[in-house]
């Protein structure tokens, strides 16, 4: 079954699907809300008819790891497609206790720079709340004070992107 195409299930995981498997580097705890925003995330790149949707969730072929450049390490984001402009579309998901995290950080700056050197659109997905603050503010409070900007913050309440930004070379 093509990624693209495939309807992934959002909400609470059941004991034992593919949303309740704990992923190292991420705690227990977080890893289930990880997966359901990586899961939107596919869906809405679907949406937006991305073909080569790529997702780094258990049954789905995962993105490719992306090249480091200069001090940035190599990583892998969350999920990827293609545009029907044929432009690369880097998602990153973050839960709301990842978000000032340093492997974030330095996500982050690398696939803005992957982006900005490839024309790519780097999106960030992230929970609509954050306790009692909005998870797109709390996101972009965090990217501002590192100099780093998303072309859109999508959150999967709302189901379309929150804060499209548009960025120029």
Do not use: K
Request: proline content about 9%.
């Amino acid at each position: 079954m093509r990624a693209a195409a495939a309807a992934l299930r959002l909400g609470p995981p059941e004991e034992g699907s593919i949303l309740s498997v704990h992923r190292p580097g991420r705690p227990g705890h977080e890893w289930p809300a990880h997966a359901a925003l990586i899961a939107f995330a596919a869906n809405r790149l679907a949406a937006l008819g991305a073909t080569r949707v790529f997702a780094d969730i258990p049954h789905h072929r995962p993105p490719a790891t992306l090249a480091g450049l200069g001090a940035y390490p190599n990583a892998r984001p969350d999920a990827t497609g293609r545009l029907p402009d044929q432009r690369l579309v880097i998602v990153e998901v973050e839960t709301c206790g990842s978000i000032d995290d340093p492997h974030t950080t330095d996500q982050w700056r690398l696939f803005r720079a992957r982006a900005d050197a490839g024309g790519a659109v780097f999106v960030l997905v992230v929970p609509a709340r954050c306790g009692e603050r909005e998870g797109p503010a709390l996101a972009q409070a965090r990217a501002e004070a590192l100099g780093i900007h998303f072309d859109e913050i999508w959150t999967p309440q709302q189901g379309e992107p929150h804060g499209s930004h548009a960025h120029s070379h």
